[in-house]
């Protein structure tokens, strides 16, 4: 009996937090399972803290971060591909029209800057009198930019835009690989 109490207060942890709670209680599974895995105690605190972050967001920790990460707008999720003949830049911009958006090559052609602003709802006589009860589509002004490789050719850029997708093509001059010079090896004669 007195050696059973002695492995419980040399080994700190309860038994219990050995293993990842049961599938029916919330937890980070990414963080539990990593930790798992490793043969890693999941401890009371870590599940917990992904627990609180699950049910009230990130803006507890970062009240501003959560507001930018949620709006698909001031976001503007971008990918950047290379095909063998072009940059293709592809943003998500819900709900905007493409007289909203501005494409422009800025910094002698070096970088490419895409940006718009989605305005608030116009008052008018027919809507002075509307009581707004929630807002929840995001407004503001957003801007990426992106360095263009050497190999851009930012003078024939061209755009265009469909059901919220900004499709921005670059086309790539070719580059010239050096043409090889072969150096003719000379033989050093010594005096002897």
């Not at 070096?110 to 718009?116: E, P």
Request: hydrophobic residues 30%.
């Amino acid at each position: 009996m007195q050696e059973s109490s002695r492995q419980l207060s040399t080994f700190p942890l309860n038994t219990r937090t050995l293993h990842p709670p049961p599938p029916h209680i919330f937890y980070s599974k990414t963080l539990a399972q990593t930790l798992s895995t490793f043969n890693f105690p999941v401890l009371p605190c870590q599940t917990s803290m992904s627990l609180i972050s699950q049910l009230c967001g990130d803006e507890i920790f970062d009240p501003f971060l959560s507001m930018i990460n949620k709006c698909p707008v001031l976001n503007t999720p971008t990918d950047w591909k290379e095909t063998p003949d072009a940059h293709v830049f592809v943003s998500d911009l819900p709900g905007l029209k493409k007289e909203e958006v501005t494409v422009e090559v800025v910094d002698e052609g070096k970088v490419l800057q895409i940006s718009g602003d989605r305005k608030n709802e116009e008052i008018s006589e027919d809507n002075k009198n509307d009581k707004w009860h929630h807002v929840e589509r995001c407004r503001g002004k957003f801007l990426r930019r992106f360095r263009l490789p050497g190999n851009a050719k930012s003078d024939e850029v061209k755009a265009s835009m469909e059901n919220g997708v900004l499709v921005v093509t670059v086309p790539k001059q070719e580059v010239k690989k050096p043409e090889k010079k072969v150096i003719e090896i000379e033989e050093i004669k010594g005096s002897e």
